[in-house]
């Protein structure tokens, strides 16, 4: 069998290496280590920008959490979009996985069953984001200053794709399986109800214990439009390893920019095969990291940057 390996988005994710990797040592599996990592996560609200409380809200000052999970053994997952006062969304996410017949459940409905299922109601903010936002919201703007805004009034709000991130967690247990974890508050001062890729299956995360896992980061649009991690799942599937099918997804998503007549967004992406193999790659000046445990060891590595004329 091969030795158990976790992988992280982003400098933050060796927080979820390490938390993880402990779990793996103990003989947990796949998906409850991934888990275990995203969540640790998730409970740091100095991570500003990206996930858990403490995180960056949306125009109208909401913050909402989405959150998805997968078990590479049987293909069961589930998911949580635009979820308000739940710390934990991708705990929730896998409530829905193992106590509904669906796969994603958003909004209210999605807080209505986390009270159900004994999730509290927690306040959200920290006053360093409550801050943050204020400073940035147009309707602290005085009177006379002329800055435009756009038709929905509201949007000389810093939306772009420096302000936000995701911890994708991916995981390889002692008996071989693989489990993965994708968790993030979105973009700040996104439009309310905006929902990226981090909750969609296939698009911020896919998992198969025949074929690897996979997860995305960046513009969630951008990675949504061409179904990123199922397309590295599937190139890994068909024989690619998990470097070539990350690489791979960066040129469909600088291809799929270049038919819009766009710039390449800033996206990245993680592979971790069946064997143990570890892939990452990102788009152009995206400057990605992220942290590769095995054993005893934590690392931090650069993604190889792939650009539009790759």
Excluded at 9 to 26: D, I, N, Q, R, S
Excluded at 33 to 57: C, H, K, M, W, Y
Excluded at 141 to 170: C, M, Y
Excluded at 255 to 284: I, M, S, W, Y
Aim: hydrophobic fraction near 40%; charge should be neutral; proline fraction near 5%.
């Amino acid at each position: 069998m091969p030795e158990p390996i976790t992988i992280a988005t982003w400098p933050f994710g060796k927080l979820a290496v390490e938390v993880a990797m402990k779990a793996l040592a103990k003989g947990e599996p796949a998906l409850d280590a991934a888990l275990a990592g995203a969540q640790a996560v998730e409970d740091d609200t100095t991570i500003r920008n990206s996930v858990g409380f403490g995180s960056l809200p949306d125009r109208l000052g909401r913050l909402t959490l989405d959150a998805c999970l997968m078990d590479g053994r049987t293909l069961s997952c589930g998911a949580v979009a635009c979820v308000e006062h739940i710390k934990h969304p991708a705990a929730l996410a896998r409530r829905v996985m193992e106590k509904t017949p669906h796969v994603l459940l958003v909004g209210e409905a999605a807080k209505w069953f986390a009270l159900q299922q004994g999730f509290p109601l927690e306040v959200p903010y920290t006053a360093e984001s409550i801050k943050e936002w204020l400073d940035a919201h147009p309707e602290r703007k005085k009177k006379d200053d002329k800055k435009p805004t756009s038709a929905d009034g509201a949007s000389d709000i810093n939306i772009n794709e420096f302000n936000h991130d995701t911890v994708t967690v991916l995981s390889l247990d002692k008996k071989g399986h693989l489990g993965g974890v994708c968790t993030t508050s979105g973009l700040a001062y996104k439009l309310p109800g905006r929902v990226g890729d981090s909750p969609i299956i296939g698009a911020g995360l896919y998992v198969d214990d025949l074929a690897g896992a996979a997860g995305a980061t960046g513009v969630g649009e951008e990675i949504i439009r061409i179904g990123g991690s199922l397309f590295i799942a599937e190139q890994m599937r068909a024989g690619k390893s998990a470097q070539e099918a990350c690489e791979l997804a960066c040129k469909r998503s600088n291809a799929a920019a270049g038919r819009r007549g766009v710039h390449p967004a800033r996206v990245a992406f993680l592979a971790l095969d069946p064997k143990g193999g570890v892939g990452a790659a990102c788009t152009e000046k995206a400057d990605f990291k992220y942290a590769v445990g095995r054993g005893d060891k934590i690392e931090l590595l650069q993604a190889k940057e792939i650009g539009p004329k790759a």
